[in-house]
């Protein structure tokens, strides 16, 4: 097998923050970089997707906006240590519908021996075309590999599985004294009662919990009580820096979801204790059964574990969720299949 890197990475994914904090370490590898659009790149992919246009403009729209990313993935490359290596795009499932469109050919042909993956970060609402797009990928591929973070999808749809890869985010911005037992912060999405009676449990033992739910349903208004506090969306370095006062990070999962949410990896990045819902995450390689706790009722988790500090996680843990060992996994995954299969 050749030695990695055979490969200079390029992500592009959306701006929004936490995808900056997941490829954060790009900026200081050799061999990747991350490109993030914002507003108007979002604007003209939703143009170019739409079906309210003639299809004369989506081909304005599409061949348009593939010359602009072209000419920023070239820019990007030339500022990399070895520009002549072939590229492997990384690029986020909301540009899926564009590389269908042609954009896949668009790269290759600009990038001679580039490979293009696609890395699912959300799974919800995507199932309907999920196992439409892994039927089309032997006559007509979009992508020359699919990762998704939930194991049981993986399974399912014959697509790769790795945990999502996640960078070092603590630091100097990020040290503060604690300030409560456990932190939640996170959408209702019909969690309401789960939450608050976790929220009764935890503050009924003694501990100090600061419960943060944004987007309540207009069914759950003034229901959530002084206890639970309705915030607006913060931006993720707000939220870092406020689950960076707390000695235990709270991750209540939806439904039957077997991947884990990104609670996980800044438990491991911040140093905190996790106690979640997600009875998968036993079964997976990010899984520190000293500093996490996997709980059906509130009632199971225990004091000793409540109560105490994080122990340290260990540099191979931190390793293996890096955006490093995430490339080297592509770079091998991509060397076993070649092009053949998802």
Not at 255 to 265: A, C, F, M, W
């Amino acid at each position: 097998m050749t030695d990695y890197p055979v490969y200079n990475y390029l992500i592009f994914f959306p701006g929004t923050g936490y995808y900056r904090e997941m490829f954060r370490d790009a900026k200081r590898m050799d061999n990747a970089g991350a490109i993030f659009w914002g507003h108007t790149y979002n604007f003209f992919r939703r143009l170019a997707c739409s079906g309210r246009f003639p299809e004369f403009i989506h081909r304005i729209v599409f061949r348009s906006f593939s010359r602009t990313i072209v000419r920023r993935f070239r820019k990007a490359v030339a500022g990399m240590a070895d520009p002549d290596r072939p590229v492997c795009f990384i690029i986020s499932r909301m540009f899926f519908y564009m590389l269908e469109k042609n954009l896949y050919g668009v790269l290759h042909e600009a990038f001679p021996g580039s490979k293009t993956v696609v890395l699912l970060t959300d799974l919800i609402g995507i199932h309907q075309w999920l196992e439409k797009i892994v039927l089309r990928q032997k006559d007509h591929p979009s992508a020359d590999l699919i990762y998704t973070f939930d194991p049981a999808e993986a399974e399912k749809y014959q697509i790769h599985f790795h945990n999502l890869p996640f960078s070092d985010c603590s630091g100097p911005g990020l040290t503060a004294d604690e300030s409560y037992d456990v932190y939640f912060f996170g959408r209702d999405k019909s969690r309401l009662d789960t939450i608050r009676r976790i929220h009764e449990n935890l503050s009924g033992r003694g501990l100090r919990c600061s419960f943060q739910v944004t987007d309540v349903s207009r069914e759950e208004q003034g229901k959530t009580g002084p206890e639970i506090r309705k915030r607006n969306w913060i931006s993720y370095k707000e939220y870092l820096r406020e689950e960076a006062k707390s000695r235990i990070i709270l991750e209540i999962v939806q439904g039957e979801s077997s991947g884990n949410t990104l609670r996980v990896y800044e438990a491991i990045a911040l140093g905190k204790k996790l106690i979640t819902n997600n009875r998968h995450l036993k079964n997976n390689p990010a899984y520190d059964p000293e500093n996490m706790f996997v709980f059906e009722k509130p009632e199971d988790i225990p004091d000793a574990f409540l109560r105490g500090k994080a122990g340290p996680y260990s540099e191979e843990l931190k390793e293996q969720i890096s955006l490093e060992s995430f490339l080297k996994d592509v770079e091998k995954d991509l060397n076993r299949t070649g092009t053949e299969n998802v």
